[in-house]
């Protein structure tokens, strides 16, 4: 089935390249089909290639997608134009209106900053507000798992002493969860952050579950029992050259980094990259869309808030 996506949106062309199946709203509306309703919150300042890989894998299910991307209207991005912005984007009073099946919300360049100092928090603060009644699963992505465990949870993020940068081993800890079906029991992620949540805090919450950790890199995937809320530390969705571009971007500015590990050859950024991680990230959002969304739903959203309600 097609991913629906605004007309016009620069990452269909890459996508259609690549032999994904979308379909554009306005073709979309002329079929008798409800489709899974799914909101992207893009905090990324590269908008428009975090848009490029999350339809990717949101394409790559049997299910019928309609994507509707959101911004923050407190914040002014400086990396894509502002017609850009204005021609794909809606803000949160756009969409206060509407329930939705599910929500992702990505990770943002501002780990190392505290949560109330970021500009757009207050507003962040709102929309994770808005999710409790009108979005039945919200997965939350680096940074935006971190700020989701501390709005939701009281969670903190810690300073590393180094960037978590490359591609670690994951072990899955919780098998049964419909989250990991079909996964290994050992795979692998990327992660390129400043901060981590710590298993000790998670622990103290027996409303959270740890699916899935790394030695090296913590927990990886949180979720609550129901799958309301789901929490990835690392970037599953990234490219295979994502963590290159940004290895050399900041190699050629001078600035302190190290070579991604795990990443290209014999870690050797020279050599090719390894990638191996898309077979577990397709399965990550299929299972994510059927199992958490699809299946979870009322077929009418109306009636959301009151499936809701009854669960708590």
Known sequence: MPLIIPDKLPAAETLQKENIFTMEHGRAVTQDIRPLKIVMVNLMPTKIATETQLARVLANSPLQVELT????????????????????YKTLEEIKGFKYDGMIITGAPVEQMPFEDVDYWDELCELFDFTRHNVYSTMHIC??????????????????????????????????SPLVRGFDEIFFAPHSRHTEVRKEDILKH????????????????????????????????????????????DVKAGLPINVPENYFRDDDPEKEILYRWRGHTSLLFSNWLNYYVYQETPYDLEQLKEKVDKMK
């Open 69 to 88: 991307l959101v911004k923050m209207d407190s914040h002014e991005p400086s990396n894509v134009s502002q017609d850009h912005m204005d021609s794909f």
């Open 143 to 176: 940074w935006g798992a971190q700020a989701g465990l501390y709005y939701h949870y009281g969670i903190p993020k810690y300073d590393l002493k180094e960037k978590m940068f490359g591609v670690f081993e994951q072990r899955v800890v919780r098998p049964h």
């Open 206 to 249: 027996p409303e959270l579950r740890i699916i899935v950790e790394s030695e090296k890199a913590g927990p990886h995937i949180i979720a609550t029992d129901n799958g309301r809320q789901i929490f990835v530390t690392g970037h599953q969705e990234y490219d295979k050259e994502t963590l290159a571009t940004e290895y050399f971007r």
